[in-house]
């Protein structure tokens, strides 16, 4: 079953514009990640934050986790074609399972 | 090492054939995965080994039959599918046991095709 739900589902910006994905989740949790996938490849981890973090930086990427409201989001700073990708949080609440949000594409246009 | 490798890269199948996914990963990893991914769609978890025993089967269809020969090696073996079948399977690998360090490591992707 989908854990998390990502919006926007697609965003499309310009270069060097910010931005910014949410995800949200119904039970409570152990982490919660955040992966990037390029077109018909694996995907690539990016960051994890704590169910006891509120922030965390990583680079050009800023997450935040808001367990009041089960709520996380991932901002990507002054955005690169290279970022273009679908991006999916992912949920860790027992064990070493993962369960991944419908992600959000994103187009970065040059 | 952070690699997980996949083979082959792509496949091509009739129903009545039977194949094999091959996956390998040298990361010293005790947790290993099978993901079904469909177009457009967030990877769905299919099986999950860990130190080499099956742990969690997601109420798959008996014609994927997953195989962990040791710690560094998961196979999938495909018999009989259907069309519907037709997706990116996905490799990945964690460290078991270390929930706070549970990253996985994805491998590339079969992208296969049932005809």
């Known amino acids: 079953s989908q854990q998390g739900e990502e919006d926007p589902q697609a965003l499309s910006i310009q270069e060097g514009e910010n931005a910014t994905m949410n995800c949200s989740y119904k039970?409570?949790?152990?982490?919660l990640q955040w992966y990037r996938q390029n077109s018909g490849r694996g995907l690539v981890h990016l960051i994890l934050i704590r169910s006891n973090e509120r922030e965390k930086h990583s680079g050009r990427l800023r997450v935040t986790l808001d367990t009041s409201k089960k709520s996380s989001s991932l901002l990507i700073t002054a955005s690169r074609a290279a970022d273009t990708a679908s991006y999916f949080c992912?949920?860790?609440?027992?064990?070493?399972?993962?369960?991944f949000g419908g992600g959000t594409r994103l187009m970065v246009k040059p | 090492d952070t690699e997980v490798t996949q083979t082959p890269k792509h496949l091509v199948m009739g129903m009545t054939n039977k194949k094999s996914l091959k996956c390998e990963q040298h990361m010293g990893h005790r947790a290993m995965y099978w993901y079904k991914q469909k177009a457009k769609k967030p990877p769905e978890l299919m099986f999950v080994y860990s130190y080499e025993k099956l742990s969690i089967n997601e109420s798959v269809p008996s014609r994927f039959s997953p195989e962990c020969p040791n710690s560094s090696l998961l196979n999938l073996h495909l018999h009989a599918l259907q069309p519907e079948d037709s997706a990116l399977y996905l490799c990945?690998?964690?460290?078991?046991?270390?929930?706070?360090?549970?990253?996985?490591?994805f491998g590339a992707g079969t992208r296969l095709s049932v005809l």
């Open positions: 039970t409570s949790i152990n982490n």
């Open positions: 992912a949920i860790n609440n027992a064990g070493n399972m993962l369960t």
């Open positions: 990945a690998s964690s460290q078991a046991g270390n929930v706070a360090k549970n990253i996985q490591y």
